[in-house]
């Protein structure tokens, strides 16, 4: 079973909007064993779009198209789907009145124009849409099926799940899925990945792994071609136990699992109480232990001490410190820590220090020199690192490693 | 001249990564004032991309392709492109220098399978690469030309910037050229801006104006086409001035601006110093106020205080407060600010607490429930919001209407 996509939209073609759409609905279809060979993006211009429709309904068994399908007369979508088709388009009641209880809802004047939603064409079957006013189009064509769906994501997302994809399954047998796996490590850099699963890279056949790095995190990717879920497990497994053996230290979590995720179960599981002192990453730690819900539990406080005098006044810093080996230092990053332990009354500290640049480097302390240390009961480990890039890649990669550290204290502790 | 862009590689098409190539050349090429009519991708698969290139080439003056110009089995480009073309592939002893020089300045083993990348279609003109070792190709054909670009975006966009642009100024005449200004406005719904921009909305001709909404903030972005640097600006001021007379008090900034840099500049400029307290945002906007460089000029303290007992203890938030009203109400906003601003000896305390989700919720206090006091020399204004979304949209949110509040005080102030 062969599909494609096509996006709709000037925006698009004008770097104006990143396409995230089309990533999501091939994800969708290799897990239920489609195989999405090609995408493609059109303007607003009808006469590209019907071009592009009759070459992909010809290769193509499901033809997607994306966007389009809005009132203004910028939205051609229907229309040349209709025209393409030879399929009138006609008047559905139950559309318009979606239409008209939408704009109730919100209490806005309903537009008479938005009425335009409610003409589709002929045999097409018309998936809801919660989120906005423009329906999803299923329409069927003898062994095939053109499917439109509407470009804003919250839009999207909801009708291929609740939709598309049991139309799918119900209308096209598959016989192989794709489906993917991921291993996320934090605390080695992407180079030394490499080095350890470079035979597990090479690789080929259904089952292949790729290597993807982002700042301070290297993702570990299994994809592979199964019958069944029985035979997916068993190819992911063999490739998953051999990365076990040889990086398990350093991964922290699977699929979406992110760090700071990983972080809070390991606190809650050893129910211990956190509080962050942070000086160059500015509250970025505190924000990330916080996205995770149910943080409140484990996460006590935080305090950003970007001057001198409120790792002073607020952390006790002894002024002497500062004075002798200065703010960001060692000595500094452990004084923060034992700080801010003690104010929070935690059963860990963490602090950083650092500088984040551009400015404020010196010969001696330069831009992107970063202390860390975690104060855990009675023990506290320091690190330093230089680390290289932008203010932000700084702030992130301290964030980065920041985390891991309690990460692995955690583990061994 | 119409061009259009191509991507290889079925880890595209698999969704597994976001192509952000496509964009960064379609804009690169509206503002010399070429039209990017298509973008397509397909995967590793000789057949399907030769088909598509020759398709392209009859349809389009400029065709780009990006990705597959690597060592492995997997990078079908130079190959695929050699064949399509019928032109012999020669050793290009310039780019077998380069390659191995990359391997030596990183001290790896010289990778003999790596030559490969030496071998280039006769007659291609070959940009360096700086970051990778897979050279960009530029192809003459008669009056168009096929352009090969590596995949990885740090890559790609300095050969485009350093040697495709002038190749195709240089070989191309474009008449008109495209270039887009954005106004960004914060605290009012896009809803609102719509209704008083509607009549600019449906402007159309050389000069269009788009509304795109994110949490918290909404971009105006003027396209326009236009004949020389003079026309365009003539055209764009046209209508920024009808914006700014309509909406003059939300507009935070232009272009590339966040509304962090825009609080920035307005501290710095009234000379004054500010320290956030925050409960639900868990530091987000201590986070985002120190992503601006030089912001430890203005930038005092953040104190995260995720609990009564910190809030009491730190801030010195009376517990009668707590008790009376609870953590989430104005009472104890306000007292957060005061705190807050008088711990750090600062001229602006600002404040928030609320219950960002998913649990914490009740009947009278929901999720959702915000409250932000700003207190600035003796004044102080409390603002309550009543958020939806997941936990991270109402941080999110909740972190943009905190740094307008204080946009607005400075503004007015």
């Known amino acids: 079973v062969r599909a494609e996509v096509i996006s709709i939209g000037t925006e698009l073609l004008l770097g104006h909007i990143v396409d995230t759409n089309k990533g999501h609905i091939s994800r969708k279809m290799a897990e239920i064993g489609i ?6 993006t059109v303007g607003d211009n009808p006469k590209r779009l ?33 025209k393409t088709l030879s399929r009138k388009l006609v008047f559905n009641k139950q559309i318009a009145k979606q239409v008209r209880s939408y704009f109730k809802r919100r209490r806005y004047k309903f537009p008479e124009h938005s009425l335009r939603q409610a003409y589709v064409p002929e045999g097409a079957i018309c998936p809801k849409n919660d989120v906005g006013t423009a329906p999803g189009l299923i329409i069927p064509l003898k062994d095939k099926v053109l499917i439109c769906l509407p470009g804003p994501p919250v839009e999207l997302v909801p009708i ?5 994809i049991p139309y799918i399954k119900k209308h096209f047998k598959a016989t192989e899925f794709i489906k993917s796996h991921s291993i ?6 992407e180079a030394t990945v490499n080095t350890r699963v470079k035979d597990l890279l090479k690789l080929s056949g259904s089952t292949t792994l790729g290597i993807y790095a982002r700042l301070g995190e290297v993702e570990l990717k299994i994809t592979s071609k199964a019958k069944s879920e029985k035979e997916y497990k068993k190819n992911v497994k063999k490739i998953v136990t051999k990365i076990r053996k040889r990086l398990s230290s350093f991964i922290y979590g699977t699929d979406d699992e992110s760090l700071e995720e990983a972080v809070g179960i ?32 484990y996460f006590k406080m935080g305090v950003i001490a970007y001057s001198n005098k409120v790792k002073t006044s607020i952390l006790g810093v002894p002024t002497e410190i500062l004075k002798k080996h200065g703010a960001v230092s060692k000595e500094c990053a452990l004084s923060m820590a034992k700080g801010i332990k003690k104010i929070a009354n935690a059963d860990i500290g963490i602090s950083v220090t650092g500088i984040a640049g551009p400015g404020g480097g010196t010969k001696k302390k330069p831009v992107g020199l970063v202390y860390i240390t975690l104060v855990i009961d009675k023990k506290n480990i320091s690190k330093k690192y230089l680390f290289s890039g932008k203010r932000n890649d700084i702030k992130i990669l301290t964030s980065q490693l920041a985390l891991n550290l309690i990460r692995t204290n955690l583990i061994n502790g």
């Open 184 to 189: 996320r490590l934090a605390g080695i850099p």
């Open 266 to 297: 390991l606190l809650k599981r050893n129910k211990k109480t956190l509080a962050i002192a942070e000086s160059c990453t500015g509250g970025l730690i505190s924000d990330r232990i916080t996205n995770v819900s149910g943080s409140s539990k």
């Open 35 to 40: 195989d999405v060979l090609r995408h493609s």
């Open 50 to 82: 019907s071009a592009l429709l009759r070459r992909s309904l010809l290769r193509s068994d499901i033809v997607f198209t994306i966007g389009g399908l809005g009132p203004t007369v910028d939205d051609i979508t229907v229309e040349t789907v209709s």
């Open 160 to 164: 291929v799940q609740r939709d598309i």
